[in-house]
């Protein structure tokens, strides 16, 4: 028997699963099991299987949270629909501290500050530019931390436990290098700027950005060559980034001969199995440093330099003999969490010692919402939509296979493996095995827990 019990209604989308599906999960659990007792339930799917679901509701309510801002059509229909619109940004880390102004105010679409009725932030710095770039959101603004960080604290390292066991089966000891240049290769230039055209972002600045980026790879693809001539170095792995162009990886990888390129699972999992982390100014550094494991910032000009947390948090290595011996000098170190974090940290990233960001998230948008009943779809109306998502994913299949050849780039599915029961239940086995939720595909790649 079907339970249509009136409760406050959640609707999470993912865009990245690899990135996000592990901590949304995590983060719809306490919201289920909130500290105030507030009946809830949760669903969470792709970007347009949650919109599709939110399309079909006969009642008003609910709340939304999304990762960045809407245009202001698709706002206004939103909220037709749900009582709140919450942004979760996840793209303010902080890796963008030395440009968040300006970051700042690519988050969100011109005059939609109306629409929106929660911004949480990562932490301060991030709150403190918000608040003067749209001080109309001055009141909407919250510190709470990420769901995403809260997977880096210690105690939920369990959770990596059997990846971590599998990786170091396949690839023993290793140094991971992690990427998050998105620019590998000129044509992903060319693909990218094929979207800025169609948009009110400043194209110009993005171009040029995106040209520095690409040299700034081209000059550690040298280095990465020169590191894959020798002998004497232990094994290092290098994990694409979602955003980069996997035809460049792939076609570099055919080049080396000891060094391995390998794009799968998530990267906390990497981080966590490697023995020192190299990057040029990536979230990974973060996570590296959070676990007490070395990292190196590789500085291949000056100029290109993120003076941001993760160049705060790692050694800098200036050239091959430093990298090298980076190398050689963590292959077999033990790892040395830090007692305290230091100052540019905690200004950055809200962490508060006896509370998790997703319960600070739960605590605070649970507060006088609207209760509805679940989600229900006629067997008609589910039928359908099966139809329609088999039309869709053959018709990007199609498409990426037609980008790949014509663009010469090959962009990562970020939907891969898709949303359903099994892999919710997965996780919740790995995280909390005496739970008492129930899962309910309501839709393909869509799930309702409660």
């Known amino acids: 028997m079907e339970n249509h019990q009136r ?29 105030q007792n507030i009946k809830t339930r949760c669903y969470i799917g792709s970007k347009s299987q949650i919109k599709k679901l939110i399309s079909f509701k006969k009642s008003y309510g609910g709340i939304f949270i999304y990762k960045g801002s809407l245009s202001e059509y698709h706002a206004i229909k939103l909220k037709k629909k749900v009582e709140k619109f919450i942004i979760l940004d996840e793209e303010l880390g902080p890796t963008t501290i030395q440009f968040l102004g300006n970051a700042m105010n690519s988050r969100l679409w011109p005059g939609t500050e109306k629409y929106i009725d929660r911004f949480y932030l990562i932490g301060k710095k991030a709150c403190d530019v918000g608040r003067k770039v749209y001080p109309k959101l001055d009141k909407k ?57 169609n948009t009110k972002w400043e194209e110009k600045y993005k171009l040029n950005r995106a040209k520095k980026v690409f040299l700034e790879f081209q000059e550690n693809l040298k280095l990465i060559r020169q590191l894959d001539a020798r002998t004497d170095l232990p094994q290092i792995i290098i994990r694409p980034h979602p955003s980069d162009d996997l035809l460049a990886w792939k076609k570099i990888s055919k080049s080396l001969k000891r060094i391995k390129i390998v794009f799968k699972g998530e990267v906390s999992s990497w981080v966590y199995a490697s023995n020192g982390v190299l990057h040029r100014g990536c979230t990974s550094a973060i996570e590296a440093y959070m676990a007490g494991i070395q990292t190196g910032y590789i500085v291949t000009n000056n100029n290109w330099l993120r003076k941001s947390l993760p160049f705060k948090v790692s050694q800098h290595l200036y050239g091959l003999n430093e990298i090298v011996e980076f190398c050689k000098n963590n292959i077999n170190k033990n790892l040395l969490p830090p007692k305290d974090y230091i100052e540019e940290f905690k ?41 329609k998502i088999i039309i869709i994913k053959i018709k990007s299949f199609i498409i990426r296979l037609a980008k790949k050849y014509n663009s010469g780039v090959m962009m990562p599915n970020k939907m891969e493996g898709g949303i359903n029961k099994k892999n919710i239940s997965e996780i919740f086995k790995n995280f909390k095995k005496d739970h008492n939720l129930k899962f309910k595909e309501v839709l393909k790649d869509c799930v309702e827990i409660e």
Do not use: Q
């Not at 939920?156 to 992690?178: A, T």
């Open 141 to 197: 603004i919250r510190m709470t931390g990420w769901p995403r960080v809260d997977l880096w604290r210690p105690e939920f390292n369990y959770l990596y436990k059997n990846s971590i066991k599998d990786l170091k089966k396949n690839y023993g000891n290793f140094i991971l290098f992690s990427s998050d240049f998105t620019f590998t290769s000129i044509e992903r230039i060319k693909y990218e700027e094929e979207f800025w055209k």
């Open 7 to 35: 409760k406050i209604n959640i609707f999470i989308p993912i865009e990245i699963i690899k990135r996000e599906l592990l901590s949304k999960v995590i983060l719809a659990y306490f919201i289920i099991n909130n500290n």
């Open 347 to 387: 200004n950055s990233i809200h962490i508060v010692k006896d509370k998790y960001a997703c319960e600070i998230i739960a605590e605070d948008m649970l507060k006088d919402s609207i209760t509805e009943k679940s989600c229900k779809l006629s067997f008609f109306e589910k039928k359908l939509d099966d139809f």
